[in-house]
C-alpha cells in the first residue's frame, strides 16, 4: 500500500487496519497492532520524502467506548473511529462521546450507509457536527464506491462549520487507491478547498494538529 502511495506520488499514507472487535475483516489484536507499529516506525527510518503514518479505524461499540484503550491510542498518528455494528444502538449518542476522546481524529463513514445495501442508522448530524466542531475533530469523505459518506450536501454543510473533512479512500488493497477520485468529486460538488480537507496538510502539520487537539481535549 505504501509503495503504490509513494508511486501515486503522494507524500505519506495513513494504515488504519480494523480493530480487534472486527473479526470479519481480521481486525488486529492489541499485540498485532504494536508489531505494526514497530514494524512501521522500521520503514520510515529507511524512507525518503514519504511517511507512514501510524493508524488504527478503531470501533465504536455498543455503549460508546472504544475497542482500544487510551494508551493503545496514545501511541498512534491516526485514530479513525467507526460504527461498525449495533446500528440501532444510540449511534448519535455513541459518536458524541467519542468526539470527546483527545485521541480520536477523525470519525469514519458518519452516517453509515452503504449504498444499494442499506440506508445510513438513525443519526443527528446537526448534533454530530456541532460537538466536531467544538472538539476540532475532522469528519470522513470515504471514497469507496459503496459508501461516499459523507454526501456532498452534508460535507458542504460541515465545511461551512468549520470542521475538517478527509477524503478516504478506506482502501484494502493496493488497487483500489484509485478510490481517491469519487471522494474528490464528492468534496467538489460540495464546494471544498484545500483548507476545508486533513490530508491536503502535510505529515509534520497533521502530527502539530493532533498535538494541539489532544493538549486542547485531554
Excluded at 478510490?179 to 484545500?194: D, H, Q
Amino acid at each position: 500500500m505504501a509503495q503504490q502511495a509513494n508511486e501515486m506520488r503522494y507524500k505519506y499514507i495513513g494504515i488504519c487496519d480494523h480493530s480487534r472487535s472486527a473479526q470479519y475483516a481480521q481486525g488486529l489484536s492489541i499485540e498485532r497492532l504494536l508489531d505494526q507499529i514497530n514494524e512501521i516506525d522500521q520503514i520510515n527510518q529507511n524512507l525518503k520524502n514519504f511517511k507512514v503514518l501510524k493508524g488504527t479505524e478503531v470501533d465504536i461499540l455498543s455503549d460508546g467506548s472504544l475497542d482500544f484503550p487510551d494508551e493503545i491510542l496514545a501511541k498512534l498518528d491516526i485514530v479513525i473511529a467507526s460504527i461498525h455494528s449495533a446500528f440501532t444502538k444510540s449511534p448519535t449518542d455513541r459518536i458524541l462521546k467519542v468526539l470527546e476522546n483527545p485521541y480520536v481524529d477523525i470519525i469514519g463513514h458518519p452516517t453509515g450507509r452503504l449504498i444499494s445495501q442499506r440506508g445510513g442508522y438513525e443519526i443527528d448530524l446537526n448534533k454530530i457536527f456541532g460537538k466536531a466542531r467544538e472538539t476540532g475533530t475532522a469528519l470522513e469523505i470515504n471514497a469507496y464506491p459503496n459508501r461516499l459518506d459523507l454526501s456532498d450536501i452534508n460535507a458542504r454543510k460541515a465545511a461551512e462549520m468549520g470542521i475538517m473533512l478527509a477524503i478516504n479512500t478506506d482502501s484494502h488493497e493496493p488497487e483500489t487507491l484509485s478510490f481517491m477520485k469519487y471522494g474528490l468529486g464528492t468534496a467538489r460538488r460540495a464546494w471544498l478547498t484545500k483548507a476545508n480537507v486533513l490530508n491536503c496538510l502535510s505529515f509534520d502539520q497533521i502530527l502539530n494538529l493532533k498535538k494541539q487537539r489532544i493538549s486542547t481535549k485531554g
